[in-house]
């Protein structure tokens, strides 16, 4: 395990390396580009990291981790996209990437010191507390909120890799024989249960990617009626099965009977066994989906974390889900491009997704733009 004060050594290091490349004109003015980019960014949250080498406490260790991983994948994005430029320039990027990502693998999250012993991480994104936790999603948290006449929504907030917190959303659709659908389930709440209790029987949960079925188990242990759905090869991951969730049947592109005749299912596949089951409501006019689109307000990230989520377009008002996803959806991208032309045809109204603010208005014009990557 590398400790943090020799990852900080690392760090500056490997920010001196990137400046110098991006300075060595035997390279491509396009590669020098990306290169100088990524060395001027690793710096500045280097500095603003709370650990042995930090200069101001702005992010913890495990945020700088996070932009780490995120920018060792950019650069592996980079080599892999970038087609026009030479093999050896595409190659060092990969290798640059891939190193970085080797690092973070390696490396601790526990810092022994740092100029602000952690105080102002836990504050931003290290605490569950509700002032926290305000800050990064859409209180109120974990309570019905309605959209439209049987459609609500669920905002809360969820741990994700390396100790980031982000807001996540569960979708609710009262179904015609009056019994409840959860989409995505979030973190079980007991006052939730019985708010979702009186206005119908919570009959089915829905795990519609490879991601969102982590808050299933506890559902399952309240809502014993319940039956479980899930996205196509879900029951296969090692994860899943180590997991003891239950998962009682597969979804496909025809709808369950057991649904009513309200909703339609479109399935979006990428490489990886990856697949996202988007869901459409009819009668309102709501199409649901997961992580196909992200739409972050930089306002809710912390500031160090601002600038590669917007160079990743998972801002508002891009709306794209990140460069990594998009990456494995386009292993499929004349079957993705399919499935998104389908979903623009069903001119949805509202578009809810797990992530960031949802298109509340102007459904099938946002949902364009935040496709255009996948669409051309």
Request: with cysteine; aromatic share 6%; glycine share 10%.
């Amino acid at each position: 395990m590398i400790p943090t004060r020799l990852h900080g050594a690392i760090d500056y290091t490997v920010a001196a390396a990137l400046g110098g490349l991006a300075a060595n004109r035997a390279l491509p003015p396009a590669v020098r580009a990306v290169l100088g980019g990524a060395g001027a960014f690793h710096a500045s949250y280097s500095a603003a990291t709370d650990y042995e080498a930090g200069l101001t406490p702005a992010i913890s260790m495990r945020q700088h981790l996070a932009l780490d991983a995120a920018g060792g994948a950019a650069l592996v994005l980079a080599g892999l996209t970038m087609r026009r430029q030479p093999d050896d320039a595409r190659a060092l990027l990969i290798g640059l990437g891939l190193a970085e990502l080797a690092v973070v693998a390696l490396s601790s999250a526990q810092p022994r010191s740092g100029p602000g012993q952690g105080t102002m991480a836990t504050r931003l994104l290290g605490s569950t507390g509700e002032d926290a936790a305000a800050t990064i999603g859409y209180p109120p948290l974990d309570r019905l909120k309605p959209v439209a006449e049987d459609v609500f929504v669920v905002d809360s907030i969820m741990s994700a890799a390396l100790g980031v917190t982000l807001p996540v959303r569960m979708t609710v659709f009262r179904l015609p024989d009056g019994d409840l659908l959860l989409h995505s389930p979030t973190r079980f709440d007991f006052r939730l249960w019985e708010e979702l209790e009186r206005i119908g029987p919570i009959r089915h949960l829905v795990a519609p990617n490879i991601v969102h079925w982590t808050f299933l188990e506890e559902w399952q242990r309240h809502c014993r009626d319940a039956m479980t759905w899930a996205a196509p090869g879900l029951r296969d991951r090692g994860q899943v099965r180590r997991s003891g969730v239950r998962l009682d049947r597969d979804l496909g592109e025809s709808v369950p009977a057991e649904w009513g005749n309200v909703l339609r299912l479109i399935e979006v596949r990428g490489g990886g066994g990856f697949r996202e089951m988007a869901l459409f409501h009819h009668p309102s006019a709501t199409l649901v989906l997961t992580d196909m689109a992200m739409n972050f307000e930089p306002s809710k990230l912390p500031w160090a974390m601002r600038g590669v989520a917007r160079l990743f377009g998972v801002t508002a008002p891009d709306g794209m889900p990140p460069p990594y996803l998009r990456a494995v959806v386009r292993w499929h991208q004349r079957e993705a491009a399919d499935a998104a032309a389908r979903l623009l045809a069903l001119q949805p109204e509202r578009v809810i997704f797990a992530h960031g603010r949802w298109f509340e208005r102007d459904g099938a014009a946002q949902l364009r733009r935040s496709l255009r990557w996948l669409l051309g």
